[in-house]
């Protein structure tokens, strides 16, 4: 039957998540989960929504109440909230509703792999844009008419943060969609959300790493309600279901909680900066919930592998013409600690 397989899918070679170890205790610093647990209103809006009379339904396609909840929580129109089963499945539908066959999406290098992998799924071209030296973008901007522009801010793997004021030059300079990917944007001091007023511009956010909910799978996208429409054509009609959609109102209504955990993982985020420094590794300035570090005299790779051997498990990735590194996501401080020490035994 391979000979029937779209040729795009057959060359493409997948996009390959972090591990989930399943069967052994690891120390688990590899996909940026957050190591708080979700708010408690979170815990009591799913045992309320855990009904027979509430399954037995189809849960309502547009997410009404979540799209309530976050236009309160973020002062924005609900009709300009797109509701996704996690914002990978958002960033999905962005691109299924502008990128052609043959089209050509952009977005800087070294970034979040998975804009390649939904380019080679669309059959469409990619293109990186490298950032520059000091982890900004470059301009002029260097290519024009591509179909969809992603934008990771902060950035994965980097931490780093592009100013809000560089995407709204960036989003007056390109003619297309940009789309803005606020994956992990609670950990920062800043946000685009505003820009998302503008007519080309899409801001994703997602409840898996501030909320605590990765296991959840809910994500949205802030937009024009005209874009927000086309949107809803494309997606699934129930693609996000009753129990993640009464979990995910009742977490942006819970900011409280959310500061409370941000600033501990902020706290920690420091510390794990500072003394990976003095342990002779180049840290990049995180906003986010991890932290990317390299040595300068060597490839990290054999320091991914000893930690697995130990059980600690981090990120470890390389990119062609810019090296390798480990991203190391801000666990407790308990788990900090252990992991610090192994990497002082191993250096
Ligand atoms: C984690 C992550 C996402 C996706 O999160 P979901 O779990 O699918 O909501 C999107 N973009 C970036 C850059 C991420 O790191």
Request: aromatic share 10%.
């Given at each position: 039957m391979t000979q029937f397989l779209r040729p795009s899918v057959r060359a493409m070679a997948g996009y390959t998540p972090g591990e989930q170890p399943r069967d052994e205790v690891f120390v688990k610093l590899n996909t940026n989960e957050n190591p708080y647990p979700p708010s408690p209103r979170v815990l009591a809006a799913l045992a309320e929504a855990l009904t027979g009379e509430r399954l037995r339904k189809y849960p309502d396609p547009h997410g009404t109440a979540f799209r309530h909840a976050a236009a309160r929580t973020f002062a924005i129109d609900p009709d300009g909230i797109l509701i996704g089963n996690g914002s990978d499945d958002v960033l999905t539908i962005l691109t299924r509703t502008f990128v052609p066959?043959?089209?050509?999406?952009?977005?800087?290098?070294?970034?979040?792999?998975?804009?390649?992998?939904?380019?080679?799924?669309?059959?469409?071209?990619?293109?990186?844009?490298?950032?520059?030296?000091?982890?900004?973008?470059?301009?002029?901007?260097?290519?024009?008419?591509?179909?969809?522009?992603?934008?990771?801010?902060?950035?994965?793997?980097?931490?780093?943060?592009?100013?809000?004021?560089?995407?709204?030059?960036?989003?007056?300079?390109?003619?297309?969609?940009?789309?803005?990917?606020?994956?992990?944007?609670?950990?920062?001091?800043?946000?685009?959300?505003?820009?998302?007023?503008?007519?080309?511009?899409?801001?994703?956010?997602?409840?898996?790493?501030?909320?605590?909910?990765?296991?959840?799978?809910?994500?949205?996208a802030v937009a024009d309600p005209a874009l927000v429409r086309e949107f809803n054509k494309v997606k699934d009609s129930y693609n996000c279901d009753t129990l993640s959609l009464a979990a995910a109102a009742a977490a942006v209504l819970d900011q409280d909680y959310l500061r409370e955990t941000r600033g501990k993982v902020l706290a920690t985020r420091a510390r794990l900066t500072d003394a990976l420094r003095g342990l002779g590794f180049e840290v990049l300035p995180s906003q986010a919930n991890f932290v990317w570090c390299r040595r300068p005299d060597r490839p990290v790779r054999a320091i991914y592998e000893e930690l697995k051997q130990q059980h600690i498990l981090v990120r470890y990735m390389s990119y062609a013409g810019y090296g390798d590194g480990l991203r190391i996501s801000v666990g407790t401080d308990a788990e900090i600690d252990h992991l610090l020490a192994e990497l002082a035994r191993l250096a």
């Open positions: 066959e043959g089209g050509l999406i952009v977005a800087p290098s070294p970034s979040y792999l998975l804009y390649r992998t939904l380019a080679d799924i669309q059959g469409a071209h990619f293109q990186t844009v490298p950032f520059t030296p000091d982890w900004r973008l470059p301009r002029p901007w260097p290519v024009r008419g591509a179909s969809l522009t992603f934008v990771a801010n902060p950035n994965s793997p980097t931490g780093t943060l592009v100013p809000t004021a560089d995407l709204e030059r960036l989003a007056e300079e390109i003619d297309g969609p940009l789309a803005i990917d606020e994956a992990y944007v609670d950990f920062a001091p800043e946000n685009a959300l505003r820009l998302a007023r503008r007519p080309n511009v899409i801001v994703t956010r997602t409840l898996s790493k501030s909320y605590a909910l990765a296991g959840l799978r809910f994500g949205f």
